[in-house]
């Protein structure tokens, strides 16, 4: 437990005032075809204090949690920002205020299970696939887990603790076909600590025969036709590319970097289907994957209605940049580690369910593609894409048909949201990526499956 009562360096709080205590605890294990490769548990921890001084900002960190330390901090970052105000002074730069009080803490309410008690759950994981998967060649199960708490107190009255857990087990299963290897990895979990997401090793096995049994139709498929193909992309691919794609061009100081996004405001950039959120903490009357209640500059987070019935409406702001647009901030400031400061960072990033049934978008489909499962990809402030997908089935005269081999989906976002046609009305979660700008950070992806028209790569 860090230390969570902060309220006794208000004194020092002589400008606008950011400060931080944080934990990240991690544990990792990897077993490959039966032997433990990997098996390690760390945690950082440490003080951060950022100020703000006549427009400009000023941080500074320190690993060591102590009374000494975290005034040495506030001190240093005041003094940090106040000589930078020196040089450059942007007086009349107000930053708003937003504040609140909330205590979140997602932790176990079981015993916890010893680093041998997992690998022990992990290894019964990997003989089930062992015994049952007889043309599996080679297997990888990597568990990751991630524990982070957070203590927050600023000047303008915000105070803030949470401990957001996450739990992912990665599985990667090979098999070979005509002399070449086929792989198919699949995640399981989610949030939560891993006794409360894995009870026993059967909770999964039911999953892994499903996992087996996609592997070898996909050793036995085809690869797809090559171009613009109309496709129903899953769940975790319309939320790949709601994140990638679209939640980066939407974040203001991409915005004010040159994001294409700057000039589409209040203009089409989708379907009229489309709607389009960054998510704080609940969706749709349940817990968001990375659930966000006050954010690392103490601002009360709340949802950013980005695409609203396919209009552009909203980007996601941090206190300085809904400064810049005069907007209202939404409590997108995310730090990864406490030596991390603050930046605009995307929560959980959907498109809102539809009204279709995803069985009937399939038998509108006379000949395309069913693509179900993202590898990694990129795009840039232009919201041009690439993404490789290693999971699908082609889909001819409206019944799902062969399995596909490894290709990949490309395009212009707003391009390609502005030709949805159908979004089915149930709704997916995957939390088990980090976003890379500046800083790793958990978040949250997903939403329903959409029907599109989409480039897709041949062999």
């Keep these: 437990m860090i230390l969570t009562d902060l309220g006794s360096y208000t004194d020092l709080f002589s400008e606008y005032t950011e400060l931080r205590v944080q934990e990240n605890r991690t ?70 205020s937003s504040p609140g009080r909330s205590s979140e803490d997602f932790s176990t309410k079981k015993s916890r299970l010893s680093q041998k008690e997992i690998i022990d759950f992990m290894m019964e994981i990997d003989g089930r696939i062992d015994g049952k998967c007889s043309r599996v060649v080679s297997r990888t199960s990597v568990l990751q887990l991630l524990d982070m708490e957070k203590s927050l107190l600023t000047s303008d009255g915000s105070s803030a603790y949470s401990m957001i857990p996450r739990t992912m087990l990665y599985i990667s299963l090979s098999t070979e076909h005509d002399g070449e290897p086929v792989q198919l990895f699949n995640v399981y979990g989610g949030l939560g600590q891993f006794e409360d997401l894995f009870s026993t090793p059967e909770v999964l096995f039911g999953k892994l025969d499903e996992h087996y049994e996609h592997l070898i139709r996909k050793a036995e498929g085809i690869h797809p036709d090559s171009g613009i193909k109309e496709c129903i992309l899953d769940a ?3 939320g790949i590319l709601s994140h990638e794609a679209i939640g980066h061009t939407t974040e203001a100081d991409g915005v004010r970097g040159g994001s294409v996004a700057g000039d589409y405001m209040d203009q089409q950039v989708a379907s009229p289907l489309v709607s389009l959120v960054d998510f704080a903490s609940e969706a749709l009357g349940k817990i968001c994957p990375i659930p966000v209640f006050i954010d690392d500059e103490g601002t009360v987070a709340e949802d950013a209605v980005i695409i609203d019935n396919g209009i552009l409406k909203r980007f996601m702001h941090n206190k300085e940049s809904s400064a810049y647009f005069n907007a209202r901030a939404t409590g997108n400031a995310r730090a990864y580690r406490f030596s991390d400061e603050p930046i605009i960072r995307m929560r959980n990033t959907a498109i809102l369910p539809g009204k279709s049934k ?21 795009a840039d402030s232009t919201s041009e894409f690439m993404f490789g997908v290693v999971q699908g089935y082609e889909i001819k005269k409206g019944r799902l048909g062969r399995a596909i081999r490894d290709t990949t989906i490309s395009g212009v976002a707003f391009d390609m949201l502005k030709t949805i046609t159908a979004v089915s009305d149930d709704m997916k979660w995957s939390n088990a990526g980090m976003c890379g700008k500046k800083q790793l950070i958990p978040v949250g992806m997903g939403g329903p499956a959409v029907k599109c028209r989409i480039n897709i790569g041949g062999k």
């Design 27 to 96: 544990l990792n294990v990897s077993i490959v075809n039966g032997d433990v490769m990997g098996n390690s548990r760390s945690a950082s921890s440490g003080v951060s204090a950022r100020t703000f001084s006549k427009g400009l900002w000023g941080f500074a960190s320190n690993p060591i949690i102590d009374d000494e330390n975290i005034r040495k901090v506030i001190r240093a970052a005041t003094r940090n920002s106040q000589f930078l105000a020196g040089k450059e002074n942007r007086t009349g730069y107000i930053l708003p």
């Design 236 to 238: 975790d691919l319309a």
């Design 358 to 378: 995803l069985e009937d978008m399939i038998a509108s489909v006379d000949d395309g593609y069913y693509l179900m499962k993202p590898s990694n990809g990129e």
